[in-house]
């Protein structure tokens, strides 16, 4: 693979960097203080043509579908700059059974595309790519024939990856069957995640326990 940018950032071709010296703001400034929000539901929640609008279109949208949100979270939106709002449609991939080996293999997101429900979609395609690194050095080294090299990684890569997939889905809504998303199992699980948070925010042992848990599942490899 190779990079549009060098270790600095900066485009590699010419023009490109050319333009963006020219126009600032379509280059990602990063060096002050900003706010990314991202609102998100199931499909059905939005209008049908929510993935075409743009713009403010789409911020209207945002705020007809959280006009039972606190006011202070609904001017974030209102003060959004409406030229950097945009839709996003986000896919998961489904379990698939394992497949004859062949020189030709799968990682990351061509073989178990997840929703961001957990945030581990980058850390598991690393790991994919560290098995099959480890996996064809023992075949270059003449440990294991290369298709049982391959065989290897992708008997152990399917199992976890499609577990994350799983564990991604089932998390922070993203999945429509989702029981925040029913009546009253809706109302229950807002009022108990609300006060688990309300709770761990307020408990600095809590707050840290649940920052180590979270990046103690993102970095495993134990599945």
């Known amino acids: 693979m190779e990079f549009k940018w060098d270790e600095q950032g900066r485009p590699k071709n010419p023009a ?25 539901s199931a499909h059905d929640h939005f209008p ?25 979270l609904r001017r974030i939106v209102e003060l959004s700059d409406s030229d950097a709002a945009f839709p996003l449609r986000i896919a998961t991939s489904v379990p698939v059974d ?5 020189t030709i293999t799968l990682l990351g997101d061509a073989i178990h595309t997840m929703t961001p429900g957990q945030g581990v ?14 996996e064809l050095t023992a075949a270059a080294r003449e440990s294991k024939p290369l298709l049982t090299a391959v065989g290897a ?11 994350r997939v799983a564990e991604s889905l089932d998390n922070n809504g993203t999945s429509g069957d989702n029981p925040l998303y029913r009546p009253v199992t ?5 009022f108990a995640a609300r006060s688990f948070f309300s709770v761990t925010s307020k408990v600095p042992a809590l707050r840290r326990k649940f ?13």
């Open 186 to 190: 809706g109302r229950l699980a807002l």
């Open 16 to 40: 490109d960097k050319a333009l963006l010296d020219s126009w600032s703001g379509l280059q990602f400034d990063n060096t002050r203080d900003y706010i990314n929000l991202s609102v998100w």
């Open 153 to 163: 990684y992708e008997a152990e890569m399917i199992p976890y990856g499609f577990t």
């Open 211 to 223: 920052l180590a848990d979270m990046y103690a599942y993102r970095g495993s490899e134990s599945v």
């Open 121 to 134: 979609g980058a850390n598991t395609a690393l790991r994919d790519a560290s098995l099959l690194c480890r």
């Open 48 to 72: 049908e043509d929510t993935h075409r609008q743009r713009g403010r279109q789409l911020l209207d949208t945002v705020l007809e579908s959280t006009r039972n949100w606190h006011p202070d």
């Open 98 to 102: 394992p497949w004859p080996t062949t």
